[in-house]
């Protein structure tokens, strides 16, 4: 007899990863999501310790199937982090071994969705291409918080990751997506790294027409999260005091 595959399943994470002070899991993940989680002995991640640490986090709510020990916890390799995996150049299928024998795997990445501005496409194709189900958990995704929050076009929207770190390149690449969004509406959402906020922030004043709408979502999920939508010339005005310290999701449109 053959065995029946075991599931795929995309485990949401808090968006606390880095943080000072961290959201009560209860708060921000769904029960489901929290119990389904609690079973999966096997796992594949972006980081084993960060992975642990999350899981430990969810025994103290859900008691796990197995010791953190004795969990089966795959590491994606660290050119998938730096390169990104959605190009097709990496071959995933051997870390789903696990569930070719049956058992159901957990995706997981330091924080939100995995497979969404984070690693993990890769293994969610490989999984496909194996004839797996992929079950996609509920939780929090701060892309769409924050898009939600910004007052933007929630119809027509991009995520295009990181702008360039140096300046010159950095301001071509806000007038090129500022052009996109004034011409075409299509709301322009991208991030960066949390010490480099303020740097990005600066150089989107400095760059962006004043009647450029811009949106600034900090600390989703946080108790000192806030999020600002305003005219950049409203920005210049008034100089709002932002705790850009913590992870922040950036939005710009009409």
């Known amino acids: 007899m053959s065995i029946a595959k075991g599931k795929l399943y995309l485990v949401p994470a808090p968006l606390d990863f880095g943080c000072d002070s961290q959201a009560p899991l209860q708060d921000v993940m769904p029960l489901g999501t929290l119990q389904v989680a609690a079973r999966l002995c096997c796992w594949i991640c972006e980081n084993a310790k960060s992975t642990r640490a999350y899981l430990k986090r969810i025994n103290e709510l859900h008691p796990l199937s197995a010791p953190v020990q004795a969990l089966q916890i795959q590491e ?126 600066q150089g989107l004043l400095q760059t962006l027409q004043g009647n450029t709408r811009l949106a600034l979502s900090c600390g989703i999920t946080l108790g000192n999260s806030v999020s600002r939508s305003a005219l950049v010339s409203h920005w210049k005005r008034d100089k709002p005091q932002l705790p850009l310290d913590l992870p922040t999701v950036f939005c710009i449109g009409r």
């Open 76 to 201: 994606l390799p660290r050119e998938v982090h730096k390169k990104g995996d959605h190009s097709g150049h990496f071959d995933a299928r051997p870390l789903l071994v696990a569930a070719l024998e049956g058992r159901d795997m957990g995706l997981v990445s330091e924080a939100g969705m995995p497979a969404i501005a984070d690693p993990g496409s890769s293994v969610v194709r490989a999984a496909h291409d194996l004839g797996l189900q992929v079950v996609p958990l509920t939780g929090p995704m701060s892309l769409m918080l924050a898009l939600a929050a910004s007052g933007l076009n929630g119809q027509n929207f991009a995520f295009v990751g990181y702008l360039p770190q140096d300046a010159s390149g950095r301001s071509q690449r806000i007038r090129e997506l500022e052009s996109l969004a004034l011409k075409t509406g299509q709301t322009q959402i991208f991030i960066e790294t949390p010490y480099r906020n303020a740097a990005l922030l």
